[in-house]
């Protein structure tokens, strides 16, 4: 990050903290809020708007129906290789639980898309619904 501001400061330590796990905004706010800090909504938008175009947070944009969510990647797992970067997640269509899959074994399906279909497929939107474990 170029300059560094207050909020960023607390959102990159809260973040860095959860690596591999997914949150929204409305986590992060919860956070500040139970921590007695007033951070608004829009400063946090903002705050993981520059994150993400900075490499250090991934944004998930599942379907209309859930929030955006995010992960923060480590510096040593950001990378600029398209094949290291496609991810697989499930929701649940009961309760709404999204799982992030890491998975090698599904790393095939872009690169079969992209040969045999000429088809490539978007790594930030890639979801399988069904029902997770709670809800079987």
């Given amino acids: 990050m170029k300059y560094k501001t207050k909020h960023q400061a607390e959102l990159m330590k809260y973040i860095e903290n959860i690596p591999g796990v997914h949150f929204t905004v409305k986590d992060i706010v919860e956070h500040f809020q139970k921590d007695g ?15 993400v175009d900075e490499g250090i947070v991934k944004k998930y944009v599942f379907d209309g129906n859930s929030p955006a969510c995010f992960e923060y990647v480590p510096k040593e797992l ?32 872009a690169t079969h898309l992209l040969e045999h279909h ?19």
């Fill in 37 to 51: 800090k007033n951070v608004g909504t829009t400063t946090v938008y903002r705050q993981l708007d520059k994150l």
């Fill in 78 to 109: 950001q990378c600029d290789d398209e094949a290291h970067n496609v991810q697989f997640h499930c929701k649940c269509e009961k309760c709404g639980v999204i799982i992030h899959l890491h998975c090698e074994d599904l790393s095939f399906i």
């Fill in 118 to 136: 000429s088809f490539m497929l978007n790594p930030m939107r890639t979801v399988f619904y069904g029902l997770c474990e709670n809800c079987r």
